[in-house]
């Protein structure tokens, strides 16, 4: 499944299950797509490159290239935190605190069921 696809049944699954009206709906859709373009832009692709640059050569880094690495994963975590929390304020500007909680959990709902599904392909034969 391709990643627009994934992004599309995750955000589908969470508008049909809070229950928005369809002015709502667009609106959730922009913010989602706001968050996941800032979400790309500066953590998913940053944090791979320290992935690629260090997880794979972690014996041959100094102590000083280990240290940095390990700053800069906290700092670009504290990113991913800082974006999340602006894309939940952005929601709130529209919705009512019960729908972004409904959110909120749609989107625990939608992550575990991916994951559980993943987790079975994975063990059949």
């Known amino acids: 499944m391709s990643y627009e696809q994934l992004k599309s049944l995750k955000i589908n699954s969470i508008i049909e299950q809070v229950g928005l009206t369809a002015e709502q709906e667009a609106f959730v859709w922009r913010a989602y797509d706001q968050y996941e373009t800032e979400m790309r832009k500066r953590y998913y692709k940053k944090m791979k ?10 014996d ?15 700092y670009f975590k504290s990113q991913k935190e800082i974006i999340y929390q602006k894309f939940h304020e952005t929601l709130k500007t529209k ?6 909680l409904k959110i909120y959990i749609a989107e625990e709902k939608f992550h575990r069921k991916m994951f559980h599904k993943s987790r079975n392909k994975k063990n059949s034969p």
């Open 49 to 58: 490159k320290i992935r690629y640059n260090t997880y794979k050569k972690i």
């Open 60 to 74: 041959e880094l100094s102590e000083a290239e280990a240290t940095e690495a390990i700053d800069s994963i906290i």
């Open 95 to 100: 919705l009512t605190a019960k729908q972004v």
